[in-house]
């Protein structure tokens, strides 16, 4: 399963890891996140900071589409923030 989306002129992706039932989404080639499929059928989001350390304890949805929602309004967010700061301030358009 992959799922892809334009964000501010870069591709944000979330595809299956080498690790059956995890899940990382990168964007600019960082990772913002990382899904891990629980056995109760719940899927648990870490959110990551745009300095590549876990930013979040967990966060539970039911599924990968609803995963795959809250982490590109994450992206769009708290990550592209981050990482305007850690820029300088410097816009990210393209």
């Not at 964000?7 to 960082?30: C, F, M, N, P, V």
Request: glycine letters at 10%; one cysteine or more; aromatic letters at 12%.
């Amino acid at each position: 399963m992959r799922y892809e989306e334009n964000i501010i002129g870069d591709r944000l992706t979330l595809e299956e890891s080498h690790y059956q039932g995890e899940y990382i989404a990168k964007w600019r080639g960082l990772t913002v996140a990382t899904v891990t499929s629980e056995n109760n059928g719940q899927f648990a989001i870490t959110e990551w900071g745009a300095d590549q350390e876990s930013t979040s304890t967990p966060y539970y949805v039911n599924s990968l589409d609803a995963s795959w929602r809250h982490i590109k309004n994450y992206c769009r967010g708290d990550f592209e923030e981050e990482l305007r700061e850690m820029s300088g301030g410097k816009g990210l358009h393209r």
